[in-house]
């Protein structure tokens, strides 16, 4: 084997350990806190703890509607922190829903370090702290969390905005040099698990999204046996995605 190849190789094979040992970083992108008050952020907001079962406290932000036929809990992205949900929390508390909007273990100021059974704990954590019926709504990697927490609690409604297939498939599309599926810790195998779901779904996606491809939440969407709403030239962090009235028509259409 000559002197270049050997190189070469010795680059690749640095490469993926350095992806391997700072993966996580790759994947969560919380941004921190402190946070304003419940109150402060929508009139009525209720300061709330999540308990986790790892003995971790989290904060969130519960906007509770009186006679609210539903609580949406709002399983977040991979992203920014609760602070950047307020917008469709206040559309869909003025339809007449309850909305809990938390952040996940690393995220808002909260202790603990992202990972897939970390969010499975804190997703859970959510659900024990509402009465009543529940809707998921889960935006991005929060679809995938959303799924997780529907087969062990199924909610009365499920929607799910630009879902992913796994995060090995959505890594593979970004990185298709690297052995992402041999290299990932946390997996998110949400089309494995989604048919096993059996409860009213929505599938939410922008037909421009340059971070999950529109045909993997079209997979999805095809295996949840869920109606499809495409929202043409939508990008994965659009407004109209986060908050727009398509969206807002999901979650109603499935209380």
């Known amino acids: 084997m000559g002197r270049p190849v050997l190189i070469a190789v010795a680059v690749v094979v640095t490469i993926v350990a350095v992806v391997f040992a700072f993966q996580r970083k790759l994947v969560y992108f919380p941004s921190p806190g402190p946070l304003p ?7 009525g907001g209720r300061d709330v703890r999540l308990v986790t079962a790892d003995g ?8 509770e509607v009186p006679d609210a036929p ?4 709002v399983f977040p992205g991979n992203g920014g922190n609760r602070s950047g949900r307020v917008s469709i929390a206040r559309e869909l508390t003025d339809r007449g829903l309850s909305v809990l909007l938390f952040d996940y273990r690393g995220y808002g100021g909260n202790p603990g370090k992202p990972s897939e059974e970390g969010l499975t704990y804190d997703a859970r954590a959510a659900l024990d702290l509402i009465d009543g019926p529940v809707i998921y709504f889960g935006e991005s990697l929060g679809a995938a969390v959303a799924v997780e927490l529907a087969t062990h609690r199924a909610p009365v409604g499920l929607v799910l905005r630009s879902p992913f297939t796994s995060l090995a498939a ?3 599309h970004h ?8 290299l990932l810790q946390d997996k998110y195998p949400l089309l494995e698990r989604v048919s096993a779901v059996d409860v009213p779904t929505v599938v939410v996606l922008g037909t421009a999204d340059s971070v999950v491809p529109p045909a993997q939440s079209r997979e999805v969407a095809t295996a949840a046996r869920a109606k499809l709403v495409e929202i043409a030239g939508a990008d994965h962090n659009d ?8 969206v807002i028509d999901a979650v109603l259409s499935v209380r």
């Open 175 to 182: 990185y298709p040099w690297l052995p992402v599926k041999m």
């Open 37 to 43: 008050s419940a109150e402060e952020v929508l009139p």
């Open 239 to 246: 407004e109209v995605l986060c908050s727009g009235p398509q």
């Open 56 to 63: 971790l406290l989290l904060d969130g932000w519960h906007f």
């Open 170 to 172: 959505v890594g593979s």
């Open 70 to 73: 539903a609580t949406v809990i």
